[in-house]
């Protein structure tokens, strides 16, 4: 409840704070040499924001109220008109948006909601010259879509795509590992863009957490969002389960084990239900160490050294998030440091309005939130002005 109402509602007005914060227009760090030409004339250069225009905002299943708010909030603070588009798959809390520019009394066409079944509608507005930019929280594959339709009209993107982030246990922190894993399977049945879905762990050490791993998650409880006692519940759809399905075979076809989980539970018959998984990985080239399901379905891989396992976070065509942890906290942060990665946490996480977050490669293009966040939806002009 908290993710999914009340951050969204808290940060709906740190967006607002934050956004007036911000000036107008910026001064230009010339040097002092620049600032005064052959002419004798002093020059003044200026940061303008003014802003972009039409947003289309698509907005993603899994948190569809906070993905939709990170791109509303910021789109129309700034002075531009939106038009949202939630995911087929949660479309109702997108009314609340439409309802909330009622109350306000908005002008008409300043925020328009848009539900569809089907795609017809995301198409036309990342095809659609009067759309300035489309914000887009999904699937790296549709993500390229979004990517190729716009480009026609060269329009503006922010891509927040697919992850497959990291976590590397240090040797002094491993006996974290077993309870990290259960929260990523119970996170949204690890529906999350940027879970830490392989879990790095020395090589010597594997089997100890493998054992802890196999002892713990059986115990959680899996069922119904209306059952208080509920610790994982579904994926969203039967194409999402089938999917968890195949990545488990495809991993046991290619040398991987499974320690626990992997099936859809046999107490519940209806549902979109599945275990949660964990897979003894031997090399991070596995296809479910590289390929993002979507499902609570976590890989333990072993490392030899540090550099092997920042080798092997770093091999892969994500690079949305990344985790170390370790109680030598100048060691946690050097090897952090060598994560490539848009966000990266040592020891900690963090989802705030003040602090951006975007992916690198195939995890997309452009920042969500922070100040990044919000200029991205405003046009830059420099002014230079002499006197």
Not at 320 to 325: A, D, E, I, P, T
Request: overall charge neutral; aromatic content about 6%.
């Amino acid at each position: 409840m908290s993710s999914q109402v009340q951050l969204p509602l808290r940060q709906a007005h740190e967006i607002l704070n934050l956004f007036l914060s911000l000036p107008e227009t910026e001064d230009n760090p010339l040097p002092l040499k620049d600032r005064v030409n052959a002419l004798g004339q002093t020059i003044q250069s200026l940061r303008r924001y003014t802003p972009i225009g039409v947003v289309a905002a698509i907005a993603a299943y899994n948190f569809p109220f906070l993905t939709a708010l990170w791109k509303v909030m910021p789109a129309l603070v700034t002075g531009n008109s939106v038009i949202l588009r939630p995911s087929p798959l949660t479309p109702l809390s997108a009314m609340v948006f439409a309802d909330a520019a009622d109350e306000a009394e908005l002008p008409p066409g300043v925020l328009n909601v848009v539900l569809e079944s089907g795609i017809e509608g995301a198409r036309m507005l990342t095809t659609h010259p009067a759309i300035d930019m489309v914000a887009f929280t999904g699937s790296t594959n549709v993500g390229m879509q979004v990517m190729s339709q716009a480009s026609s009209t060269m329009k503006r993107l922010q891509l927040e795509l697919g992850g497959k982030s990291a976590q590397i246990f240090l040797p002094d922190m491993v006996e974290r590992a077993a309870a990290v894993v259960a929260g990523v399977c119970t996170a949204h049945a690890g529906q999350g863009c940027a879970l830490g879905t392989r879990v790095f762990v020395p090589e010597d050490r594997k089997a100890a957490v493998l054992e802890q791993i196999a002892a713990a998650l059986p115990r959680i409880r899996i069922g119904s969002a209306h059952d208080a006692d509920t610790q994982l519940g579904p994926v969203i759809s039967a194409a999402q389960r089938a999917r968890c399905e195949h990545f488990v075979d495809l991993a046991v076809t290619h040398g991987a084990r499974v320690v626990t989980g992997g099936k859809r539970p046999a107490h519940l018959a209806k549902g979109y239900f599945f275990e949660p998984t964990v897979l003894d990985v031997p090399d991070n080239g596995n296809p479910a160490a590289q390929e993002e399901i979507f499902g609570p379905v976590v890989c333990v891989i072993g490392f030899r050294d540090l550099d092997h396992a920042v080798a092997m976070a770093n091999d892969s065509r994500y690079g949305l998030s990344g985790y170390v942890h370790g109680l030598d906290r100048a060691q946690a942060l050097k090897t952090g440091l060598r994560i490539r990665s848009g966000t990266v946490n040592v020891n900690a996480g963090l989802m705030s309005t003040y602090v951006s977050s975007g992916g690198q490669r195939a995890s997309g293009i452009a920042r969500e939130r922070g100040v990044e966040g919000l200029r991205l939806y405003q046009q830059m002009s420099c002014l230079n002005i002499g006197g």
